[in-house]
C-alpha cells in the first residue's frame, strides 16, 4: 500500500476530523490497490464481509472471490442483488420534492449522522479521492469507506475514477463526500436499503447505510452530478450514447433514454444473432411462429456513454444538436439477457479475459476460476437472479469515444408486455415510432418503469421513473428538472426523436431487437427525413408517427410488427384499450407538473396531453428544426 499523507488535502472539516480519530486510513490512489483489500488481503482467496450488529451477532453481507478475471462479490440476501427504487431521502432543508428523512422516521438526521461519524471513526478505513463527472463538468469527491468493504471501494473506483496523488496535489478541493457504513442497514433500517444526501452549503454529503453499489456508488453519484446542474442550468442524461458506422461509412449518433432495464446497455452491444447468422425478429407467444431477418454486414459501434450523459454548457456549439459527454469511468453492465456461451461473444470475451480485473456481481463463480457472465446465481432454486451485472472500466472497452459528441437521433426505450385481444396491455407499441419534440419531452416526463424490470426490486403495476428517466436519482424538484430538459429540447431543434419498445410488440417476443433494427435502419438512412407516405399518425397518438412500411437490407417487414392494432391476435379493441392504460398513465404522472414555475411552454404541451390533442397539435407546439 503506498503512503500519502492527506492531512495535507483540503478536506471538508467533519472528514477530516474523522479520518483524523480513525485506528487507520489507507489512502489509496490507484485500484490496483484496492484489490487485495477487497479479498481481505494479499494471497487471500475469498473474504465475507461482516459487521457485528447489537442483539444479531455478526451478519454476512457479502462474500468476495478473487477469480482468474477480478473478483465476484455475491450478497446474502437476494434483497441486496438489486436497487431499491425507495431508499432515497433527503436530510437538509433545501428545496426538494423527495422525501425527508424527518418525514419517514421522524426524527431529525443530524442525530444519525452524528453516529455514523462517530462509528466510522472506530473503524479501519479506506479513502480515496475521485471526480463526479468530468473535471471542469463536476464535483471533486472522498470517499469513506470502512477497509473490510474493498470490493465497494473497488467498484466506486471503477465506476468514478480514483485520483492519484499527483491529481490530489493540483487543488483537489471536495464538495461531495461518500460515507458508507453497513452494519446501520440493520440497527436503523429494517434492512432496508438506504441512501440519505445532505446538501449543506457548497457541500454535497451522501451517507449509503448498503454494500449494493446501485444506489450510491452509481446512482448517488449521478445525483451528485444533478444537483448540481439543477443550479447551474444543465442536464446529466439518463442515457447511453453511442456512434454508428453504416457499411457505407455514413456515421450517426445516436442516444438512446429511458427508465431502469430501457435498453441503454444494450444499444451499445452488437445485434444478437442465431447460430446460422439470422436475426431473430420476434417469436409469436401465442402461435410459436418465429420470424427472422437477415442482415449480412451489420454498423460498427464506437461507445460514448452507458448510462450517465454530461450535456454541459461548455460543450454545447449553438448548431442545433445536442453534444454529450461520458459522465463515467466505468460502466455498470445488466447480464441478465446473456443465459448462454455464445450469446455476445464481443462482450464475453471482453469480460473473459479483460485487460485489468474487473468486478463481478450476482455471478456463480469459484476462487480461482473464471467468472463467466452467462453463470447467473439463482435468488432460489431455478430462479436465477435478474440483476447480474460486470463493472466495465470504459478504458478497457474497444473503441470507446473519449471526445465529446454531436447527437443527430435520440431514442427513447420502454419495456412492454404482450398485449392480446383477452389480455390487453401497454404493449401497443411498433417496431419504432417516430416522435415530434414535444411528445419526446412528455415521454421523459412520465418514464415508464415498464414490464419485468430486472434493475430494481419489483413494485405492482405501471410506476415512473419520471423526468428524463432520472428523477428517482435525484434531490431537487421535479419542475426545474422539466423545465431544464423542455430548454435543452428547444434549444436542439435539429435532432430527431423516436420511440423504442423492447420485451414484446404486442404478441412478438422480441427482446431488444426493436431497438436494435432501429438503429441499423436509421443509421443507413442518414439524415433524410421521413416523407409523408412513409409515416402515418399512429393510432394512440402518444405513439407519435407509426411507420408505414419499413425495408432492411432488402427484406420488409410485416406491417403487424409496426402498428400492432393489425396484428390479427390483438386487433382495434385492444389496442385502444391498451392506448387507455397510456393515457390514464399519462394524465396521472403529468398532472404534479403543472406548478406555478412549469415553463408556459411546457404547460401547453402537458395541457394538450391531458385534452387528447392531436399529432399535429404537438408539432405546431414545437416545431422541430
Given amino acids: 500500500m503506498s503512503s500519502f499523507n492527506w492531512k495535507s488535502l483540503n478536506l471538508p472539516a467533519d472528514a477530516r476530523t474523522l479520518l483524523a480519530k480513525a485506528p487507520e486510513v489507507l489512502w489509496v490512489q490507484s485500484r490496483e490497490e484496492l484489490i487485495d483489500l477487497a479479498c481481505g488481503g494479499p494471497g487471500l482467496e475469498k473474504f465475507n464481509v461482516r459487521y457485528d450488529v447489537p442483539e444479531k451477532g455478526p451478519v454476512l453481507e457479502a462474500t468476495v472471490a478473487r477469480v482468474r478475471n477480478g473478483i465476484v462479490v455475491n450478497y446474502a440476501e437476494p434483497y441486496m442483488r438489486r436497487r431499491d427504487p425507495d431508499c432515497m431521502f433527503i436530510a437538509d432543508d433545501q428545496p426538494t420534492d423527495k422525501t425527508r428523512f424527518r418525514q419517514r422516521f421522524g426524527y431529525d438526521f443530524q442525530t444519525l449522522r452524528r453516529e455514523t461519524l462517530d462509528w466510522l471513526a472506530t473503524q479501519r478505513l479506506i479513502a480515496f479521492g475521485f471526480v463526479a463527472g468530468r473535471r471542469g463538468m463536476g464535483a471533486d469527491a472522498l470517499a469513506v469507506i470502512p477497509a473490510n468493504a474493498g470490493f465497494f471501494a473497488f467498484a466506486l473506483s471503477q465506476l468514478q475514477g480514483i485520483c492519484s496523488g499527483r491529481e490530489l496535489e493540483q487543488g483537489f478541493s471536495p464538495a461531495a ?7 446501520f442497514r440493520h440497527t436503523h433500517f429494517n434492512g432496508k436499503q438506504v441512501v440519505v444526501h445532505n446538501r449543506v452549503d457548497e457541500l454535497h454529503e451522501m451517507f449509503a447505510y448498503n454494500l449494493y453499489p446501485g444506489p450510491s456508488a452509481k446512482k448517488g453519484v449521478y445525483g451528485v452530478l444533478l444537483n448540481r446542474g439543477e443550479r447551474e442550468g444543465w442536464i446529466t442524461a439518463h442515457c447511453s450514447t453511442v456512434q454508428v458506422i453504416t457499411p457505407y461509412d455514413n456515421v450517426v449518433t445516436m442516444m438512446h433514454e429511458g427508465a431502469s432495464g430501457g435498453g441503454k446497455s444494450e444499444m451499445l452491444e452488437q445485434v444478437h444473432r442465431e447460430p446460422d447468422g439470422r436475426l431473430l425478429l420476434g417469436r409469436n407467444i401465442i402461435t410459436g411462429e418465429k420470424r427472422y431477418l437477415s442482415i449480412p454486414r451489420t454498423c460498427e459501434l464506437q461507445p460514448v456513454t452507458d448510462d450517465m450523459a454530461l450535456c454541459h454548457p461548455s460543450i454545447q456549439d449553438g448548431s442545433g444538436y445536442l453534444r454529450v459527454t461520458d459522465a463515467e469511468s466505468g460502466w455498470f453492465v445488466r447480464v441478465n439477457h446473456i443465459r448462454e456461451y455464445g450469446t455476445d461473444p464481443y462482450l464475453e470475451k471482453l469480460t473473459a479475459q479483460p485487460p485489468q480485473p474487473l468486478t463481478f456481481l450476482s455471478i456463480d463463480a469459484v476462487p480461482n476460476s473464471r467468472a463467466l457472465i452467462w453463470e447467473h446465481i439463482e435468488d432460489a432454486p431455478g430462479q436465477p437472479c435478474p440483476n447480474p451485472r460486470v463493472i466495465l472500466p470504459r478504458s478497457i472497452v474497444p473503441g470507446v469515444v473519449d471526445e465529446p459528441v454531436t447527437v443527430d437521433i435520440r431514442s427513447f426505450g420502454v419495456r412492454t408486455p404482450p398485449c392480446t385481444r383477452t389480455n390487453p396491455t401497454y404493449g401497443i407499441i411498433g417496431l419504432f415510432h417516430v416522435l415530434p419534440p414535444a411528445l419526446a419531452w412528455l415521454w421523459r416526463l412520465v418514464a415508464p418503469r415498464g414490464f419485468a424490470n430486472p434493475s430494481i426490486v419489483e413494485q405492482a403495476g405501471m410506476s415512473s421513473e419520471g423526468v428524463g428517466s432520472y428523477w428517482p436519482f435525484a434531490t431537487g424538484r421535479r419542475v426545474a428538472h422539466a423545465n431544464l430538459l423542455l430548454k435543452q429540447i428547444v434549444e436542439t431543434r435539429k435532432v430527431r426523436y423516436i420511440l423504442c419498445p423492447n420485451q414484446y410488440v404486442g404478441v412478438w417476443e422480441a427482446g431488444f431487437m426493436p431497438q436494435w433494427i432501429a438503429r441499423e435502419y436509421l443509421a443507413r438512412r442518414g439524415h433524410a427525413k421521413f416523407r409523408s407516405d412513409q409515416i402515418q399518425p399512429a393510432r394512440c397518438t402518444l405513439l407519435g408517427y407509426a411507420m408505414n412500411s419499413l425495408t432492411v437490407e432488402g427484406t420488409a417487414l410485416a406491417k403487424w410488427f409496426l402498428q400492432v392494432n393489425t396484428q390479427p391476435e390483438v386487433g382495434d379493441e385492444a389496442y385502444d384499450s391498451g392506448a387507455a392504460i397510456l393515457y ?37 407546439l414545437l416545431p422541430a428544426g
Fill in 177 to 183: 463526500v461518500i460515507y458508507v457504513a453497513p452494519p
Fill in 584 to 620: 390514464d398513465f399519462f394524465e396521472r404522472e403529468l398532472k404534479p407538473y403543472l406548478e406555478g414555475d412549469l415553463d408556459p411552454l411546457g404547460r401547453r404541451i402537458i395541457e394538450c396531453c391531458l385534452n387528447r390533442g392531436d399529432v399535429e397539435a404537438y408539432e405546431r
